[in-house]
């Protein structure tokens, strides 16, 4: 009876992270067919500025700590030891990535916003709170990977487009630049935190383990495991 029930969580697991990973890109393509309908070419081009520049960044600044968690993750469930410290570690590391960043933005906040953005300085601000909500998802994605729970990684996905598309509906009635603005910045954060909302989130408790991730004697019980 156990083996048709595990086979029918990572059969349902596999479909939704497949439909996430459709749908995100349908409801990527709908987002941008809305804004540059209502906001005309000259304002969606600053929109999509942004559009690029916060996935180009948010890509080159944060696969690398999804994949690390993902991995490390992976690698300490598989052997029941705890993998909290190493989600800590990633999350360390996002932190001064995007504080790092952040810094750099603030200091050319002019030029960023003139060159970019044609002026509009709430683009600038929703590149900020977007490179700090992506540094977020991405974390959350290596988690969900790592611990195997793929429909949480389609969650975040289908969260990620949902979100956007829903919040940039206003367009239809006020069409200004700012509410695709905060649209983009919003779904950062809000993919990041769908998962949570859902009953399977327990299989996040996954991370704890049964044995001590101790800086002190992690190693040795990893090697030990591992043998």
Known sequence: LLRPRLASVATRDAALLSIGTLG??????LF??????????ETYGSVAALWASLFLL?????RPVEQTVSVSVAERVAHDVDARPSVRSAARLA????????????????????????????LTAALLIGLAGYAASFIMRGLCSGVRWFG????????????RLLLVLPLLVLPEPWIAAVAIAAAAIGGALLPLAF?????????????????????????????
């Open 58 to 62: 948010a890509v080159l600044l944060f």
């Open 199 to 227: 009953s399977r989130r327990s299989e996040l408790h996954r991370v704890e383990g049964h044995v001590s991730a101790d800086p002190a004697t992690d190693r040795r019980t990893l090697k030990r495991t591992v043998r």
């Open 152 to 163: 949480g990684y389609g969650l975040v996905l289908l969260g990620d487009g949902g979100i």
């Open 32 to 41: 941008n067919v809305l804004s540059a309908r209502t906001l005309g070419p």
């Open 24 to 29: 995100s890109g349908v409801l990527a393509w």
């Open 95 to 122: 932190l001064v990535v995007v504080v790092a960043v952040s810094a750099l933005i603030l200091a050319f906040w002019g030029p960023i916003t003139d060159g970019l953005f044609g002026g509009r300085s709430a």
